[in-house]
């Protein structure tokens, strides 16, 4: 035994079993606090690329340094893998603390802005479009899609770390997206609702279900102050609507009350003149006095020269009347007179309020 440990020694084999792992052990631990030191003096420069406090403008980092970063935190991972345990957890906790952290950071911040230019690209070709016809099919289509693409993508944008950081990115990307769809907004649903309008009348949906729909669609109406975009979503409205059997058979009706109105006037048909009229009528008390001392005073003859029924809405509708008045055969009135119409526990129209009135003299 004496003799073995003699030659072991001599050949220096013992030493080398004894010795030689401490020794590589140190020299690993050491490449790999070097490593680290280096990955955190990149990261150390990243930091500040990806803020917006220092910088003053959302843009990508310099991918000089983010590639420095990454290639060495991922060299820095590998080499503390091979310490001990006991080193490993030590530099592991540093490398994330101090590299890990901004690299993860700055990739949030770089799938940010990627995302926030798609948000970007959207709302420019919805804008063009919007600008080029704003009630079209594809505008409607490509206003959905920007929608569609803030949703998609928020999710990164939220994650940008620092407040001024992720509000300036937000600002930037996501606030000209939700601008348009804000600015649109009631264009767009009227639209939508113009589309479903379509919808209902080919599938023969019951009454109540239509004119629910058209007055969401007049409420939208209200909203939107571009004259030109309100007189072409009313327009499109009008080819939709009279494809309603029920509107155009209301629609008759309506005619035909006005026609017997033409009738009763020219007449002088006091009493059949005022069953026109509901007790609602504004002036109602007086209107019996009004209407016999203009067929005492005058003799006039009426005649409608057209009619536009905007709405009906539950028994109520919203008439335009062009009527043109021959008064004591020698002077010509035109006069353009907008109703609202109500139909009574029976069923017949009445005029219940004139909401809009306008004459001009015909001189022939």
Do not use: C
């Not at 401490?22 to 990243?46: C, H, P, Y």
């Not at 505008?139 to 407040?163: D, F, M, N, P």
Request: proline residues 1%; charged residues 30%.
């Amino acid at each position: 035994m004496k003799k073995l440990l003699s030659i072991l020694l001599a050949t220096g084999l013992v030493g080398a079993n004894i010795f030689t792992p401490s020794t590589a052990e140190a020299a690993s631990v050491s490449q790999a606090e070097s490593l680290v030191k280096i990955a955190e003096q990149n990261a150390g420069a990243l930091k500040w690329q990806i803020s917006y406090e220092l910088t003053k403008e959302i843009k990508n980092p310099d991918m000089k340094i983010f590639n420095a970063t990454k290639d060495s935190y991922l060299k820095a991972k590998e080499e503390i893998a091979k310490v001990s345990v006991k080193d490993k957890v030590k530099l592991e906790k540093r490398l994330e603390d101090n590299v890990g952290i901004h690299y993860t950071r700055a990739m949030g911040y770089i799938d940010a802005i990627t995302s926030g230019k798609k948000i970007v690209d959207k709302a420019n070709q919805f804008n063009t479009l919007y600008a080029a016809n704003p009630t079209s099919d594809i505008t409607e289509k490509s206003y959905h899609e920007l929608s569609s693409e803030i949703r998609k993508q928020a999710i990164l944008l939220y994650r940008v770390y620092g407040k001024s950081t992720r509000d300036a990115i937000l600002t930037k990307y996501k606030t000209p997206g939700e601008k348009a769809l804000q600015s649109s907004k009631y264009v767009i649903t009227a639209k939508m609702h113009l589309d479903k309008l379509d919808d209902l009348i080919t599938k023969k949906a019951d009454q109540k279900t239509v004119e629910a729909n058209v007055s969401e669609f007049f409420d939208l109406l209200d909203e939107i102050n571009d004259e030109s975009i309100i007189d072409d979503l009313y327009n499109a409205y009008q080819e939709s609507i009279r494809k309603d059997s029920n509107f155009l058979a209301q629609e008759k009706e309506i005619t035909e009350f006005f026609k017997k109105a033409d009738e009763y006037a020219n007449a002088e048909n006091l009493d059949a003149m005022l069953g026109l009229y509901s007790a609602d009528y504004p002036g109602y008390d007086t209107l019996k006095e009004v209407i016999g001392s203009t067929f005492k005073d005058f003799d006039v003859k009426y005649e409608t020269l057209g009619l536009e029924v905007h709405y009906i809405l539950d028994g109520s509708a919203l008439v335009t009347q062009n009527q043109k008045a021959i008064i004591d055969e020698k002077e010509t009135l035109n006069y353009t007179t907008t109703y609202l119409l109500e139909k009574d526990d029976t069923g017949n129209w009445k005029y219940v309020d004139v909401l809009d009135h306008s004459d001009s003299e015909d001189v022939e």
